[in-house]
């Protein structure tokens, strides 16, 4: 069950951070290590979480034995844009170069926070364990990056979202 | 890897071929963990224990950052760095810096007094790379494009270091800062790119014209760092790395005006980020930089024993060498007269920075000594404040540095081509 809706996920969270060849084997060897780890500890509260910490860690001890960097993936990153680009229609050209700048205005965060929830679709929960962070803080951050993304697209969002409730 | 990963891959047993998530792929998943032998489930099993302890050790190192205490932040993140946790190495730099920033006065400008803080100015230069974003479904890592970090400093005089009213004016000062920014629109970063860019000409204008008599002093550092900025900064095409920084320093008091204007200009052509400098990695270094600058040129500093100071220092350094953020800096730990003195090189734009750090055994009379800078491509005699060392690649020979401290009368001597020597 928990294989079936996370191993998308993680194959998604792999493909953007590692080689094509290197993934189904960091893949392989994070359930592995997860499974281990779990059926050791049946009653672990955040699986999830603890799958994605392990991958993590995958990740970066495989660069770092291929001496590579790893990618940034949470700064400029086009395919955020993309993704977050998915209700604006292609032609609208200016909207993406406004998204593309008010990305440029975010904290390194924000922009890490977005990247795991729109692209990776990581869960709230395993992000913040990602992050060390609570998941209510985790929570907050992404709502008020979304806030800012809005807020530096004033224009387009005015004419095609629905208006935003009054802030207390 | 583990070493059965070969003969699963000939069995066909590895689920990498299955789609994510199939039936299939669970079933090779299961396949390929009961044919993993006693040591192999030891070691995955030490690796999700390795990974859970790394993001706990991670997670209490962000709290202890939130609540300001650096040194056990650093602890914790050193414990989540070494168990692989991607981010905690970041997090290190920015305990470090914090950590130095607190040895030091260092407080925002209010009502016109000096004020301390780094930009760094992401985006606004379109290089066309925008346009991939609609081409082809390839992922393609850009790099960040980050403008060059400037740093601006000057510092508080001492008598004004503490009380409730500066309090109340950082406060206040923060409040209309954080204001300022929120304030800050799109149209409103266009106009001040542009502003930029023909301000960015005229100031290369006016360093063309001021650059040939470099006269060894204060402003002619500025000069001469302000040209080397403009230059790499109106190549709009340029790509910055992080570490390449530009130190500016603004000592308000001791410049003369025309100066003061130069350096204004050229700081109007940068806007504050909303962060402060210290989370952000590239700018680390400049911090570092114009922070030791900053204890010496102010001529006060904080009740920190030199040493301590040249530690924590030289931790810094020595971690951002490991995160081979810059390719040469080093701290030279002097001796003689030269106690106290830091040397950094910033790679990136080629500049060598001698700062010397007094220690309160100089005495008052060497508080108010200007930092000694050596730069690519001067070859300045001392002027009559002892500012300047000949030229690059010098040597500073054994009897001037026994000699005395670092003063008018003190001017080393120079062995062309070689390479600088701290007693």
Known sequence: MLHRELDKKLDRFLVRRLPPNDQADVRQETWQSFYLAWTGNPEHPNPTGLLFQIASCRVADHHRKAERTPPAVDIDDPALVRALMTEVPQDRVDARQDLERALGGLTAQQRRVLVLRHIDEVPVAAIAGLMGLGVDNTKRILKLAMRDLRDSMTGYYQATARPRREQK | MNDHTTDQNQDGVRGEAAVPGSPEAFSALMASIRALGKQDRERLREQADSAEVGFDAYALGQEYLERGEWGTAQRWLRIADRHGVPGAADDLDRALICELAELGDWRPEVGGKPRC???RHCDPVDDGSGEKLSGGAQVEWRAPRVLLPVVRWSSVPAGEAGGQEHEQEEVSAVRNDAQLLAAGARDEAEQILADARREAEQIRADARRQ??????????????????????????????????????VDDSASLEPASRQHVRRVLSTVRPTRKMPAAEAEGAMSLVMTRWLGFWEAGRMAPVAVSSRHAALERAVAHFLRRQLWDSCHVVVPRGSFAGATRLKAVGMDIDVLCRLPSRADGPSLWRQRFVALLDGLSETPDATGLWFPAHGSVIGHDQAVSGPLSTHCAPSVVPGGEPRFL
């Not at chain 2, 650059?211 to 900064?233: E, F, N």
């Open chain 2, 117 to 119: 803080f780094i930009t």
């Open chain 2, 211 to 248: 650059a040939t008599p470099l006269s060894g002093s204060g402003s002619a550092l500025l000069h001469y760092l302000s040209a080397r900025w403009m230059d790499h900064h109106t190549d709009a095409q340029i790509t910055y790395k992080p570490w390449q920084v530009l130190l500016v």
